[in-house]
C-alpha cells in the first residue's frame, strides 16, 4: 500500500481519537498578493532556471538580455515574452521590486493597510483595514469598494496591477507619498487621499468564541505564519475545537503552509508537486494534535498555499471543511534571475492533495457549503464533532 493510499480511505463517520469527516480573491493591497507556492522563495538562480521550464525561461531570458544590450528596459521585454508564452501566473519584477515582494513576505511592506479581494464580478472590496493604518485612520472600513487609485480605475484589473498601484511602483513610491483613492461605499461617492506608511503585517490573529471554540485566523502565509498557527493551538483550550479562518487568504510561503498542517496532523502526506516532469512530496512533521475537533474555514479567496493545506487537512480526515468553493490556484511558480538583476516567476508545475486531486482550475469543493452565517455554522459542526468523541 502507497503512502497515498494511507490516506486515501472512503471516509465514513467513527468514534475515536483521530477525527473523520462527517459531512460528505485576495489580495494584500499596499502590499503584494500572496505569494505562489514553491519549496524556496529565496532568489537561487542555479536550482531555478535547472527547475523551471527550458524553453520558457530561455525565451524569457533571451529578451531580457536582448534588451540589456540594446539599452532598453529589461522587465519590459520580459514582460512581454511572459504574455506571449500564455503563462498565467508568471511574473516578471525589477531587482527593487522583488526587493519589496520578500520584504512583504517577511511581514512588512510600504502601503496604506489596506486588505481587499476581486469579486467575480470584477469588482474590487475591502475585506480588512489594518489598525492604526493610514486606511484606518481615514476611516475606511471592510466592505467599501475600491473603485480607482490615482485616477485609474481598478474594476476588472488583475489583482497584481492593482497592488502596483497602490504600491506606487511605476514611480518607486516610499513612505510618505501620497495615493488617492476612489471609493464607493453604498449609495456613497468619494475621494481620499491618504499617505503611505511603513507597515507591518500580522498573519494569524486568535479569538474565542462564546461557546468557547478557538478561531485562528490566517490571512497569509509570510514567514514566521507555521509557528504562530502551532503556537496558538497549543496554547488553545483542550476541551474546545478550533476553527482554521483561511477565507481570503491569498496564499504565501509554501514551507509555512506545510509547518501549519503540522500543527494538527503527526507527519506524514501534505502535497506532491512535479517540476518540470520531476515529483517531489511535502511532508508534515509528527507531534501534531490530532484529536481536536477542527473545521476549515474558506471562500472564494482561499488560494494557492492556503488551499495546499486545505486539500491536506479535507484528504487525510483531520478537518471538516466549511463554507464555498475556493479559489482554485494549484500551480507551482519559482523565481530566477534574469539579465538586469530583475526576477522572473515562472510556473514550473502544479500540486496535487495527499489523494492525488488537482487543485488548479478546480479548487477545494468543502464538505458543507456555507455562505452567510460561516463562522457559525462551523462553531455548529465543531459542537457535533465534540459529541462524537
Excluded at 523551471?52 to 515574452?81: F, M, N, T
Excluded at 481620499?192 to 490566517?218: E, F, Y
Aim: charged share 25%; hydrophobic share 35%; proline share 4%.
Amino acid at each position: 500500500m502507497s503512502g497515498r493510499d494511507l490516506f486515501c480511505q472512503p471516509r465514513r463517520p467513527r468514534r475515536g481519537a483521530t477525527l473523520t469527516l462527517v459531512f460528505t480573491s485576495v489580495l494584500i493591497a499596499g502590499a503584494a498578493t500572496g505569494s505562489l507556492p514553491g519549496p524556496e522563495r529565496r532568489p537561487a538562480p542555479d536550482r531555478a532556471r535547472a527547475a523551471a521550464p527550458a524553453g520558457h525561461h530561455e525565451d524569457i531570458a533571451r529578451a531580457a538580455e536582448e534588451a540589456v544590450a540594446d539599452g532598453k528596459s529589461p522587465v519590459e521585454a520580459a514582460e512581454r515574452a511572459v504574455s506571449r508564452s500564455g503563462d498565467r501566473w508568471a511574473a516578471i519584477y525589477s531587482e527593487g521590486e522583488y526587493e519589496e515582494f520578500e520584504e512583504t513576505l517577511d511581514g512588512r511592506y510600504t502601503g496604506v493597510g489596506l486588505w481587499a479581494r476581486r469579486e467575480r464580478d470584477g469588482r474590487v472590496e475591502v475585506t480588512k483595514v489594518v489598525g492604526g493604518s493610514p486606511a484606518a485612520q481615514a476611516g475606511i472600513r471592510a466592505g467599501d469598494r475600491l473603485r480607482g487609485v490615482d485616477g485609474h480605475r481598478v474594476d476588472g484589473l488583475p489583482v497584481t496591477e492593482v497592488v502596483s498601484l497602490l504600491r506606487g511602483d511605476a514611480t518607486d513610491a516610499d513612505a510618505g507619498t501620497a495615493v488617492r483613492l476612489g471609493l464607493e461605499r453604498g449609495t456613497r461617492a468619494w475621494t481620499q487621499t491618504l499617505r503611505r506608511a511603513r507597515l507591518t503585517t500580522d498573519s494569524v490573529s486568535v479569538q474565542t468564541l462564546p461557546g468557547g471554540a478557538t478561531v485562528i485566523k490566517v490571512v497569509a502565509f509570510t514567514k514566521g505564519t507555521g509557528r504562530q498557527v502551532r503556537t496558538a493551538v497549543r496554547q488553545a483550550p483542550a476541551s474546545a475545537g478550533i476553527v482554521l479562518d483561511l477565507r481570503g487568504n491569498s496564499g504565501g510561503l509554501v514551507t509555512e503552509a506545510v509547518t501549519a498542517a503540522s500543527a494538527f496532523l503527526d507527519g506524514g502526506l501534505v502535497a506532491t508537486y512535479d517540476v518540470d516532469g520531476s515529483q517531489r512530496a511535502l511532508h508534515a512533521e509528527s507531534g501534531g494534535d490530532t484529536v481536536r475537533p477542527l473545521v476549515a474555514l474558506v471562500d472564494g479567496g482561499t488560494m494557492s498555499a492556503a488551499e495546499l493545506l486545505t486539500g491536506a487537512l479535507q484528504d487525510r480526515g483531520r478537518a471538516v471543511v466549511v463554507g464555498s468553493r475556493t479559489f482554485g490556484k494549484g500551480s507551482v511558480q519559482m523565481p530566477s534571475r534574469l539579465p538586469g538583476g530583475s526576477v522572473a516567476e515562472l510556473t514550473v508545475g502544479h500540486y496535487r492533495t495527499p489523494c492525488g486531486r488537482g487543485v488548479d482550475g478546480r479548487g477545494i469543493t468543502p464538505d458543507l457549503e456555507a455562505d452567510r452565517g460561516a463562522l457559525d455554522r462551523a462553531e455548529t459542526v465543531l459542537s457535533g464533532l465534540g459529541e462524537t468523541k
